[in-house]
């Protein structure tokens, strides 16, 4: 949204709406909120025309951006996103464009269609078909199932099985979601723990953990021995400090959103985190009256157990009489025990290693992918 604030980076890199240069707007005003696989964003409602592929598609109410924390957004190459799935999932009841599309008779058939490029050199990522199928990009049959669940493109399963590997998930069947427009597969823990490591994926929280660890380590020794691990976390920004009033602390605006690196592969600069940690040597006493809770996340609760651990782990010992690499030597390894105990959740593959990984192979609606 062309509302947003001067120093929202992701606003600064991409192309905005700008509701005054159009004739055709209409205010809504309505708040909203949204959580992705990947990062989030939040603003406002609005209404005006779109147009699409060449299609007017009248009174659409869609979303103005106008906050995106952490990096997802920033470093992304698109300006915004347009939901395809059933109206019964849209933020505020706002009905998507290919429903009002249909609504408004402006397709040939109740049909969208999706060829995703595999080669990434080629300049043409890909292409979106509304109200069709393009044949030139497919041979033999479609194999069509039913929507099993109107929200996310739902659908029955018939198994998933690893080449050569000792391993079916999926036994008798189960229930799919297809979705071009989220950065993730998701599926149960347990399932998708399994899949995982029979391909050979890497969980991301733990490669990140240990990433932090490194990087953090030098700035969290210097000052645990006189600030608590709620302090040093939340100025570190990896918890969010809220005020009696449920609104979030002046002092951890700065740099807060470190939590974000859980959604993207985000590490704050280490400008930022010395900037953070002088906070806490300049604010000492004005943050513990500030602190009045802290909200959880992953990276927080990561943290502040690493912290807490460390502080358990000296008792009894005078800060100034140990060494640094001795702090550093006992927060590693504080800290390298939350890593260790992290659950596995997200996790990635080497892109490089793709061609050696094993086929995974889905039944769906009676045939083989």
């Known amino acids: 949204s062309k509302s947003c604030s001067y120093f929202n980076i992701a606003c600064l890199l991409h192309s905005k709406y700008d509701s005054s240069a159009s004739s055709t707007y209409v205010k809504n005003g309505t708040e909203f909120a949204i959580q992705y696989g990947s990062g989030s964003l939040s603003g406002f409602m609005s209404q005006d025309t779109l147009t699409w592929a060449g299609i007017e598609v009248k009174r659409q109410v869609f979303?103005?951006?106008v906050d995106e924390p952490g990096l997802a957004f920033v470093v992304a190459k698109f300006?915004?996103?347009?939901?395809m799935g059933f109206p019964e999932i849209a933020v505020e009841q706002a009905v998507p464009p290919?429903?009002?599309?249909l609504d408004q008779e402006l397709l040939a058939e109740p049909v969208f269609a999706f060829w995703l490029n595999r080669d990434p050199q080629d300049p043409d990522g890909g292409e979106l078909v509304l109200g069709g199928i393009d044949e030139a990009h497919y041979t033999g049959d479609i194999t069509w199932v039913p929507v099993t669940r109107r929200g996310?493109?739902?659908?029955?399963?018939?198994?998933?099985?690893?080449?050569g590997k000792s391993l079916s998930i999926c036994k008798g069947g189960c229930t799919g979601i297809a979705d071009t427009g989220t950065s993730l597969i998701a599926g149960p823990?347990?399932?998708?723990?399994?899949?995982?490591?029979?391909?050979?994926?890497?969980?991301?929280?733990?490669?990140?953990?240990?990433?932090l660890v490194?990087?953090?380590?030098?700035?969290?020794?210097?000052y645990l021995s006189e600030f608590s691990p709620e302090q040093v976390c939340t100025s570190l920004g990896m918890c969010e400090a809220d005020d009696e009033d449920g609104q979030v602390a002046n002092f951890g605006k700065g740099n807060r959103k470190l939590s974000a690196m859980l959604d993207a592969k985000i590490v704050l600069a280490?400008?930022?985190l010395r900037e953070g940690l002088d906070r806490i040597g300049m604010d000492g006493e004005q943050l513990l009256s500030d602190l009045k809770r802290v909200?959880?996340?992953?990276?927080?609760?990561?943290?502040?157990?690493a912290a807490g651990m460390y502080k358990e782990s000296s008792k009894g010992t005078e800060f100034h009489e140990l060494s640094e690499t001795a702090l550093r030597s006992m927060l590693e390894e504080s800290m390298g025990g939350v890593c260790a105990a992290a659950p596995n959740g997200q996790a990635s593959v080497d892109c490089a290693q793709i061609p050696s990984m094993p086929n995974v192979k889905l039944t769906i609606g009676g045939v083989e992918w």
């Open 98 to 101: 290919f429903n009002m599309m």
């Open 152 to 163: 996310y493109w739902q659908h029955d399963m018939d198994g998933i099985e690893v080449e």
């Open 79 to 83: 300006d915004g996103i347009l939901g």
């Open 189 to 211: 823990t347990a399932d998708v723990d399994a899949l995982n490591k029979a391909i050979g994926a890497t969980p991301t929280v733990r490669n990140q953990c240990d990433s």
């Open 270 to 272: 280490q400008k930022q």
């Open 214 to 222: 490194k990087e953090y380590i030098p700035l969290m020794a210097q």
């Open 295 to 305: 909200k959880k996340s992953a990276a927080c609760d990561m943290c502040q157990r």
């Open 63 to 65: 979303a103005e951006a």
